[in-house]
């Protein structure tokens, strides 16, 4: 199975900070490659798709980047609406498996 | 709008069974592949089974390969999960999702919630 990776675990940061999440595979997953936000006693969210594309109504100041091992999610500018769990997730081999998740607090 | 509403979570014992449905609707429920998440309590994303738009082709999470069975019914626009054998580490909430066009899942239902305890 591949395995996934993100870093940092849980990170501190206040409105209007720019915030990166990494994910790391195991092993190349070319761009298949899926950004998950997920709120207190919500299902999660689907934010970005194909390592780099935006989901239909999710603001412009979330992107994402990367292929092959390495992906970033990136924040530009963070609000209070954003303070949540992020998940990654690979989609290009079965079983598909998802990072642990990054949580994201108020400093 | 799309909808999906997951039933049929509650309290089992060790080694029994128990089948989850979701119920779709708001789109073409067979031009969709389907899975199922589950997310134990305070932890991660753990995906745990999908299934095409035409059941001919099927996966499972090594978790619950040979416990789990997934199917589905277009007539009725319904996502099933059968799971036998239950063990502790099965309590979660599981999720129905929506397989979208880009390899993603782009829509969830709320969840219902699976409890495996003596």
């Known amino acids: 199975d591949i395995q996934m990776t993100q870093s940092p675990s849980s990170l501190s940061a206040s409105v209007g900070d720019r915030v990166t999440i990494t994910c790391r595979a195991s092993?190349?997953?070319?761009?298949?490659l899926n950004w998950y936000q997920q709120k207190p006693g919500k299902a999660p969210k689907l934010l970005i798709y194909?390592?780099?594309s935006l989901q239909s109504g999710v603001p412009s100041r979330f992107s994402g980047s990367g292929s092959g091992t390495e992906f970033t999610l990136t924040i530009s500018s963070l609000q209070r609406e954003d303070f949540a769990a992020y998940y990654c997730q690979q989609t290009y081999s079965a079983p598909w498996t998802f990072g642990q998740g990054t949580r994201v607090e108020i400093k | 709008e799309v909808q999906l509403v997951e039933s049929g979570g509650g309290l089992v014992q060790p080694g029994r069974s128990l089948r989850l449905s979701c119920a779709a609707s708001g789109f073409t429920f067979d031009d969709f592949a389907m899975h199922w998440v589950r997310q134990a309590p305070g932890k991660g994303l753990e995906w745990v089974s999908g299934i095409t738009w035409n059941s001919g082709n099927i996966g499972y999470a090594d978790s619950v390969k040979g416990r789990f069975t997934i199917s589905r019914d277009n007539a009725k626009n319904s996502l099933h999960l059968q799971m036998n054998s239950l063990r502790a580490e099965d309590t979660a909430l599981y999720y129905c999702?929506?397989?979208?066009?880009?390899?993603?899942?782009?829509?969830w239902g709320q969840g219902t919630l699976v409890t495996v305890s003596s």
């Open positions: 194909a390592a780099s």
């Open positions: 092993l190349s997953i070319r761009t298949y």
């Open positions: 999702a929506r397989g979208g066009i880009e390899s993603n899942l782009d829509y």
